[in-house]
């Protein structure tokens, strides 16, 4: 008995990015990436690894989309790499590199998979950082750039495009932390490359209809860990809810409103030219949201941030919290007034898995991954128009600063040998699919 069933038309997906998975960087003319010459910088990637193999998904994307089509997906969302498109970031294009992604595509069509494609999943070309990357406002333009060379040679077959994917994390993990390529620790920095992602976002969306067609859906996928009440007590509500959202209000509101609320504006005062008509540009309308979502944070009124009594932790150090995916897409519900339909577009936790006897048995994801359907779901039975889901993620892969050492997959990967095997969260993610819900 199917217990959470979920509309027909429902996507069920599964997603992953280039450097993540592709490797053959130094292939059929691809260029250079911030995260190659970041990966060479001595301490920075906990494993001492970086992602010129990978998955080896750049000659093993039949073997792939094989395991795709045996879990059932629906529908698959992939990267493009920008530098394997256009090796200099502007200007010439990869002809070759182009022909990747071709092949791509028809083999997700004709196994009856729909391809949502994300132009921007952090792998900005070198040249281009050395033009100062997203602190230069040139970068929306060059963005824009790009995103119409790739819409004109794979938008006849593909109609779902996604501009950024988590600019939250290119600007301040990139920009200020200094944990993620290019690896700057400057606060202005961050702020002007967080602006200038925004702008990009709407130039490309004005662009990519451009070179579209009347088919043609774009949105963009940014990153949420909401804030939660630690009680139901009023003053923990009203503490959660009044508690700075940096993941929210950077992004989101500028996005749905068109401006920058006080908090943020005090932030980028005196590192960015805010021009007249940007915020126009950022609100350009979108035609669906991106949500990825993995933990929240817990507020209580007293005490600030606090923990769970007895916390379950991924293996990246996150609480499993799958009340808060029910509250970020409520909340988007209400703030779009319910007219701008949400996908899923990452979910997913990193276990430390044990193959024995040629099976993956990972009950942690599979408990993980249960308990957040079922919390869209609730989302869904209270109004949200959320339209699919993609877990996060197809292969075990490149774990950007953590190597190879965190495992999202729900299909196994040997990096030595490269063989895959679907462990029994992918199975039970075909079970879900097959049911269009949770048994």
């Known amino acids: 008995m199917t217990t959470h069933r979920f509309p027909p038309s429902f996507l069920w997906g599964a997603a992953t990015s280039a450097y993540q998975i592709e490797g053959a960087t130094q292939e059929d003319g691809r260029g250079a990436s911030i995260w190659d010459d970041f990966c060479q910088l001595k301490g920075v990637i906990r494993d001492g690894s970086d992602g010129s193999a990978a998955c080896d998904h750049y000659h093993r994307y039949a073997e792939d989309i094989a395991l795709m089509r045996a879990i059932g997906l629906k529908a698959y969302r992939f990267s493009v790499a920008w530098p394997r498109v256009m090796p200099q970031g502007r200007g010439a294009i990869n002809r070759k590199g182009l022909d990747f992604y071709n092949r791509l595509v028809d083999g997700l069509l004709e196994a009856g998979i729909r ?40 938008g006849d077959r593909v109609k779902d495009w996604i501009t950024l994917n988590e600019p939250w994390c290119s600007a301040y993990l990139g920009y200020e932390a200094g944990m993620h390529a290019p690896g700057y620790r400057d606060r202005t920095l961050a702020a002007r490359a967080a602006h200038h992602l925004l702008l990009a976002h709407g130039t490309a969306v004005q662009a990519i209809r451009a070179a579209g067609d009347a088919q043609t859906r774009v949105g963009i996928t940014l990153n949420f860990t909401p804030n939660l009440p630690a009680s139901e007590s009023e003053a923990d509500r009203r503490a959660a809810a009044e508690a700075p959202d940096w993941f929210y209000e950077p992004f989101a509101e500028p996005i749905l409103t068109g401006a920058y609320n006080a908090r943020v504006l005090e932030r980028l005062d005196g590192a960015v030219e805010i ?26 009124a007293e005490r600030g941030e606090v923990h769970d009594d007895n916390p379950e932790y991924t293996l990246m150090g996150w609480p499993v919290r799958p009340q808060g995916l029910y509250a970020v897409l409520m909340r988007l519900h209400h703030a779009t007034r319910g007219q ?33 359907i079922a919390s869209m779901h609730r989302a869904i039975q209270d109004g949200a128009d959320v339209r699919g889901y993609f877990v996060w993620s197809l292969l075990d892969n490149f774990e950007w600063s953590l190597g190879y050492q965190q495992f999202f997959g729900i299909v196994h990967v040997n990096y030595t040998t490269q063989a895959r095997i679907i462990k029994d969260s992918g199975y039970f993610y075909r079970d879900v699919i097959a049911n269009n819900g949770l048994a």
């Open 115 to 154: 391809p949502f494609v994300t132009l921007y999943h952090w792998d900005l070309p070198s040249t281009l950082n050395a033009q100062g990357g997203w602190t230069n406002r040139d970068s929306a333009g060059w963005f824009a750039d790009y995103a119409t060379v790739v819409v004109r040679a794979l």
């Open 275 to 300: 021009r007249p008509g940007d915020l126009a540009i950022i609100a350009t309308r979108n035609d669906f949201l991106g949500v990825n979502y993995y933990s929240a944070t817990l507020i209580s």
């Open 340 to 372: 701008l339909p949400l996908y899923v577009t990452e979910n997913g936790a990193s276990f430390k898995d044990e193959v024995v006897n040629g099976r993956v048995h990972d009950e942690q994801r599979i408990a993980y991954l249960r308990a957040h």
